[in-house]
């Protein structure tokens, strides 16, 4: 397709559990972002990639959370032991051009996650 | 530190009648870049505008138009003749020119009554 993709659209687990949150660009953006979108705290960014790169891991919340991305495409989004505070929908957005660069960010429709 | 406010947290009108979403926004940055996205009961964030902090003039698209003014530090959007399909909750966003991410608001809920 042409736009961003994630997958799953809906997960639920158990507290402890963990789990992985896929996105995949839109193709020959080489800029990926995550965020995270809960009631109460808003649109949050979690972390940016350039290429396979991270420059920027600053919004990840603890050490539970981890990304990577491979062939400057497809990312990851690996959360550890979770916990109900890590319910929230994750949404993926790339562009093209690097990050810095006044290039606008296309969203996915975000994976939702439920922690019970 | 980057900040966006968009003081109106819902706003209600009736379809064909004009509507105003505010933003406000701080940084520090000389260069930055503005956006306007919409989120559909979908979920789907969609991008709708860009302005860059150098470029104040204004633009109008069809039933959208754009008021950026950097002396107040705004960048508020217009729908003229709103209709049922506008219903979404509009987020405002800020991105200097040295950064990589979107400072979003809070969002504000438009819901278009016919």
């Known amino acids: 397709g042409a736009g961003v993709s994630q997958s799953p659209s809906n997960k639920v687990t158990e507290k402890g559990k963990d789990v992985e949150l896929r996105c995949d660009p839109i193709?020959?953006?080489?800029?990926l972002y995550w965020y995270r979108q809960s009631l109460g705290q808003g649109l949050e960014f979690l972390i940016y990639?350039?290429?396979?790169?991270?420059?920027?891991k600053s919004g990840l919340p603890s050490d539970r959370f981890s990304a990577e991305r491979t062939g400057g495409s497809v990312s990851t989004l690996t959360i550890q032991r979770t916990q109900q505070e890590d319910s929230a929908v994750y949404l993926c957005?790339?562009?093209?051009?690097?990050?810095?660069?006044?290039?606008?960010?296309?969203f996915g429709d975000g994976t939702r996650l439920s922690i019970l | 530190a980057q900040k966006v406010t968009q003081a109106q947290t819902e706003i209600s009108v009736v379809e064909k009648e004009d509507v105003t979403l505010d933003c406000v926004y701080e940084?520090?940055?000389?260069?930055?870049?503005l956006f306007w996205y919409k989120q559909p009961p979908s979920g789907e964030l969609v991008f709708l505008i860009r302005?860059?902090?150098?470029?104040?003039q204004n633009e109008i698209s069809g039933r959208y138009s754009w008021n950026f003014q950097k002396s107040t530090s705004s960048f508020n959007f217009t729908i003229t003749a709103s209709q049922v399909v506008d219903s979404a909750v509009y987020f405002c966003?800020?991105?200097?020119?040295?950064?990589?991410?979107?400072?979003f608001g809070k969002g504000t809920l438009l819901t278009v009554n016919p």
């Open positions: 957005a790339s562009s093209r051009g690097p990050g810095y660069s006044n290039q606008p960010q296309h």
């Open positions: 940084t520090r940055d000389t260069t930055y870049y």
């Open positions: 193709s020959g953006h080489t800029a």
């Open positions: 990639f350039q290429g396979n790169s991270a420059p920027d």
């Open positions: 302005r860059n902090s150098f470029d104040e």
């Open positions: 966003a800020l991105k200097g020119g040295s950064n990589y991410k979107l400072t």
